[in-house]
């Protein structure tokens, strides 16, 4: 069963300082791996999609790599800002399941301080 | 484009009654999905459907159901609600294939008495 883990739970940072998210997988049998971002209370928006067969993703300030061998995913941001304050979600598609079924990470909720 | 668009976006119920929740994909998207999130359980797969079929199935009680229409859009019901029910329930839209991207809409907070 796949399992999805980002450590930490929550995060603090000063405005300005770069962010490192983290999320590990246990079965390597993936589609694909998305990065979400969630305000308090709202629906997800999606930040990034990366395929399988890809290393890394980038857009605008934000960059997410792959390593499936080792079951990693990481997502930074460059020069946080206060507007990024928000609980960010990553999730994995299965190969072995059917359909579009996500599994998410529990998410890392993240607090850039002014 | 229009976004996934979820009707309504919230709900007050009290237990025993059923619900149900409107979900629209984006234009051109064939598969709907839905998600239960709850602060103790985090993001649950409920099911999707692709193309008015079931296409997965999380493992979630029978009194939730889903169905989708010719038009892509999908419903969500719950029967017999109970009090850990209260939760935001999610919808995904994507174009179905397995490798693509998922986009989300607002949510329906269900809070149940």
């Known amino acids: 069963k796949q399992e999805v883990t980002q450590i930490p739970a929550a995060l603090s940072v000063p405005e300005g300082e770069n962010l490192v998210l983290n999320c590990s997988f246990t079965?390597?049998?993936?589609?694909?791996l998305q990065w979400f971002r969630q305000d308090p209370g709202k629906g997800l928006t999606s930040l990034l999609l990366?395929?399988?067969?890809?290393r890394e993703q980038t857009s605008g300030r934000l960059n997410a790599s792959l390593d499936k061998s080792s079951g990693r995913s990481t997502l930074y941001i460059a020069a946080s800002q206060p507007g990024d304050s928000a609980t960010y979600l990553c999730?994995?598609?299965?190969?072995?399941?059917?359909?579009?079924?996500?599994?998410f990470g529990g998410g890392t909720r993240v607090l850039v301080k002014p | 484009k229009a976004g996934v668009t979820q009707t309504p976006r919230y709900l007050i119920k009290t237990r025993g009654q059923q619900v149900t929740l409107s979900c629209s994909p984006i234009?051109?998207?064939?598969?709907v999905s839905w998600y239960q999130q709850t602060p103790g359980q985090g993001l649950q797969f409920l099911f999707e459907?692709?193309?008015?079929?079931?296409?997965n199935k999380g493992n979630f009680p029978g009194r939730f159901s889903g169905r989708q229409f010719s038009n892509s859009r999908s419903e969500m019901n719950v029967s017999t609600l109970e009090l850990g029910d209260s939760a935001l329930y999610l919808c995904?839209?994507?174009?179905?294939?397995?490798?693509?991207?998922?986009?989300f809409g607002p949510g329906t907070r269900l809070t149940v008495l």
């Open positions: 990366i395929q399988s067969s890809q």
């Open positions: 995904a839209s994507s174009s179905g294939l397995m490798d693509n991207e998922q986009f």
């Open positions: 234009s051109g998207h064939r598969s």
């Open positions: 999730a994995v598609t299965m190969i072995k399941a059917a359909g579009n079924k996500l599994t």
């Open positions: 459907y692709f193309s008015e079929t079931q296409r």
């Open positions: 079965d390597s049998a993936i589609y694909n």
